[in-house]
């Protein structure tokens, strides 16, 4: 009996045995489709297609804050909004940063977001380290107990915020923001930090050990200069948290200590809205934590997930 | 007035920032933290008596307003000082946006860092109910106030402050597109049908007979509730339930709606604009024919470049079962309920109530008087003659419906009537759907 082999895909059934008889290869139906290396092409084309729609759908808002930055107004006002590039301008940057009534805020919102990061990443990488290298009962309790004051709203805790420095006399002082945003970002820091503490070998800390190093001069010999990565990050992270908060700088502050975010929705009016203003005033407010969380964005990613798994 | 388009809501599913800084207030007092809370802590609950005036008053007290009149700033607050010998130490303005927050950790934290606080409508209700805002006596008002300021500071028979300046929407129209599309100039809408009939005829040309300012919540709100009103509708029975669901309420959206829809007159960007400012400057560019605006618009349609005064007509809102009617936009002042000055922050409250200082407010703000025979003052009527529309306005219900649930409910009202407008549902469903959430918001309050 002559067995005709059968023209199949890749991994089809094929009768066994039987003379190779050549017969002319009929077409299938799943070659009329793609291969597998066209399919994963499609996949991959398919992926970076959306991706492209996400990332268009993310960074519309603010290439349009930018737009609305560096064109007239009333360009952008029109039915169909007029872009010449003639038209491009900077003076809203120039007014706005020739302002004192704008550039206070924002050395305000520079001055705090520096000190609370500094603050949060002295004590944090402190507890951090003794969190991933002491031996102690309770330990994972305590870094969930710590994480766990993230769940509290932080709009529930306005009022006995706005009483506490209110009591201290700190109300409308760059204090008030430093103490409140280091409490709220601290636990955060030190979850991250462990994560990168953990990663050190610890053989490292024994050769230390055993050349006479103590636990404080492993942490700032040994550990610090090798976690610096991780706490690079893990600043950028306290920094942009601390730059871009907007409630409590509201809650706790009146006019002398007006940070950035308040400021920039200051241009908001009742009667009107001074939307150049505002967008010159988002982008400047933006684009610093832009480019930060940019520049760490692989190692904040990294913190916040291996944090979570180790100590 | 516009800050009435000016509120962000969170989304309802959410428990709302109003109702968690409520809950802050809750927790503390369960925690008693206010009793360690130092020296800007005023006397607790406070009396409820309400305020009459001192005969002498003195000392210093502290104002907070938000950021809509400069007049205080710029000469009022000093000139107080001199007539009364009360000092000022701080007058201080903050957005309208932020106030409310404020506020509201203000007083939950029974605060008195504040003599003086900016309100209106909606806050004297909210505040008031709270027992945060000291309560006055008749005899503390000043003669002549009008009904609609007063009731912006007042809350269930309550008048918890004195009106700064007056304020609510008339009617404007662009004589100029009139003339040029055959319509008498000086000859203002008088029903929703002529009204909607001159909107027909003057839309073309890239020119829209009408356009409002629904792009926001409060926008949304506003321009129903005017139909709404100019319907005979009202949005609460006496019982507080809601009532704008009712036949006349259908009837208002389903004509705010056809304006948009069936009509075409209405500019598509009024679902759009969120401020009245960009209202304004829609008729000032001469691209809208009739808008129903706040004051504010008049400055800005009669400045050099825009329309000019000639181009500008004035009146009152145009009428469907009834005359007239119209939304109120006053604002006042308030004495904080933890003051440690009362006496001299009611003096503060009846001084800007005062002729030199609402004088001061229209012609430099353009603002309504807040008192009946400044209204009709020539010397005020002169320098802003829609001070004129206004009287005629008043003699017809202006409301606001400010109440302590205001902003819930008008969070959930408004996303139903833009729904109504998108064509998505039918005016009737979403005022229904509407009207059952906030018998459900209000009942929380009883």
């Known amino acids: 009996m002559t067995t005709f082999r059968t023209a199949t895909a890749p991994g089809g059934g094929q009768p066994a045995g039987g003379p190779a008889t050549q017969a002319p290869p009929a077409p299938s139906p799943r070659r009329r489709g793609l291969s597998r290396r066209g399919r994963k092409r499609a996949v991959t084309v398919l992926h970076r297609f959306l991706l492209v729609v996400a990332l268009l759908y993310f960074i519309a808002p603010f290439v349009w804050m930018v737009v609305y930055s560096v064109f007239p107004a009333h360009d952008l006002q029109r039915e169909n909004p007029r872009l010449d590039p003639g038209d491009l301008t900077l003076s809203s940057y120039r007014r706005l940063l020739g302002q004192s009534s704008f550039l206070k805020p924002m050395l305000t919102s520079a001055m705090v977001g520096l000190l609370t990061t500094l603050i949060c990443l002295a004590l944090g990488s402190i507890a951090a380290y003794g969190l991933a290298r002491l031996r102690f009962r309770g330990k994972q309790v305590l870094l969930l107990a710590m994480m766990s004051t993230q769940a509290i709203p932080v709009i529930v805790l306005a009022v006995p915020l706005f009483i506490v420095i209110r009591t201290l006399g700190l109300f409308d002082t760059p204090a008030a923001l430093i103490i409140t945003y280091t409490a709220f970002i601290l636990p955060l820091v030190v979850w991250m930090m462990v994560g990168f503490f953990e990663d050190i070998p610890l053989s490292l800390e024994k050769a230390a050990r055993i050349d006479g190093c103590g636990r404080w001069q492993i942490l700032w010999r040994i550990a610090a200069p090798l976690a610096a990565p991780g706490l690079a990050a893990t600043g950028v992270f306290a920094f942009i948290t601390a730059w871009s908060d907007f409630f409590l700088a509201k809650i706790l502050t009146a006019s002398n200590a007006t940070t950035l975010p308040v400021r920039t929705a200051s241009f908001q009016g009742l009667f009107a809205n001074d939307y150049t203003s505002a967008a010159t005033a988002g982008v400047i407010t933006t684009l610093p934590v832009m480019l930060l969380a940019l520049a760490a964005q692989r190692w904040i990613v990294r913190g916040l997930t291996e944090g979570a798994v180790k100590g | ?446």
């Open chain 2, 1 to 446: 007035m516009a800050h009435h388009s000016q509120h962000t809501q969170s989304s309802h599913s959410l428990p709302s920032r109003r109702s968690a800084l409520a809950l802050g207030g809750g927790l503390i007092a369960a925690a008693g933290l206010t009793a360690c809370s130092g020296g800007s802590t005023g006397t607790a609950g406070t009396s409820a008596s309400p305020l009459a005036p001192a005969s002498s008053a003195g000392g210093s007290i502290r104002i907070l307003d938000d950021n809509t009149n400069k007049i205080f700033q710029s000469g009022v607050v000093a000139q107080f000082e001199k007539d009364t010998g009360i000092k000022v130490e701080k007058y201080e303005q903050a957005n309208f946006n932020d106030l409310h927050d404020r506020l509201a950790t203000l007083f939950s934290a029974q605060d008195s860092s504040y003599d003086v606080v900016m309100t209106w409508a909606a806050w004297s209700a909210e505040f008031g109910r709270a027992g945060w805002l000291q309560p006055l006596d008749r005899s503390a008002v000043p003669q002549g106030v009008l009904p609609a300021a007063l009731d912006a500071v007042s809350y269930g028979g309550t008048v918890y402050g004195l009106p700064k300046f007056a304020s609510a929407q008339t009617m404007f129209w662009n004589k100029n597109l009139f003339d040029k599309a055959g319509l008498a100039p000086d000859t203002a809408p008088a029903t929703w049908d002529d009204f909607v009939s001159a909107a027909k005829e003057l839309t073309g040309g890239g020119v829209y007979g009408y356009a409002a300012d629904m792009g926001n919540t409060d926008g949304a709100y506003q321009n129903f509730l005017r139909v709404l009103l100019l319907n005979g509708g009202t949005m609460y029975d006496a019982d507080n339930k809601p009532a704008f669901n009712s036949d006349k309420g259908v009837d208002a959206l389903d004509r705010l709606v056809r304006l948009l829809r069936t009509d075409k007159v209405m500019s598509p960007s009024s679902l759009q604009i969120t401020n009245s400012s960009d209202l304004n400057t829609l008729f000032a560019n001469g691209k809208a024919a009739i808008v129903f605006n706040w004051p504010a618009q008049y400055p800005v349609a009669v400045a050099q470049g825009a329309l000019g005064a000639s181009a500008v007509g004035n009146g009152i809102l145009p009428g469907i079962t009834v005359k007239s009617a119209s939304i109120d936009g006053s604002e006042g002042f308030a004495i904080n309920a933890f003051s440690q000055n009362k006496a001299a922050a009611l003096k503060w409250l009846q001084y800007v109530t005062t002729a030199p200082v609402q004088r001061e407010m229209v012609q430099k703000e353009g603002w309504f008087p807040v008192t009946t025979s400044l209204l009709q003052e020539k010397t005020v009527t002169s320098h802003l003659p829609i001070v004129s529309t206004y009287l005629q306005e008043s003699r017809y219900p202006i409301k606001r419906f400010g109440a302590p649930w205001y902003s819930d409910v008008v969070q959930q009202l408004s996303t139903g009537i833009t729904t109504a407008m998108l064509g998505r549902t039918t005016p009737k469903k979403a005022l229904d759907t509407a009207a059952d959430q906030a018998s459900a918001i209000i009942a929380k309050y009883k």
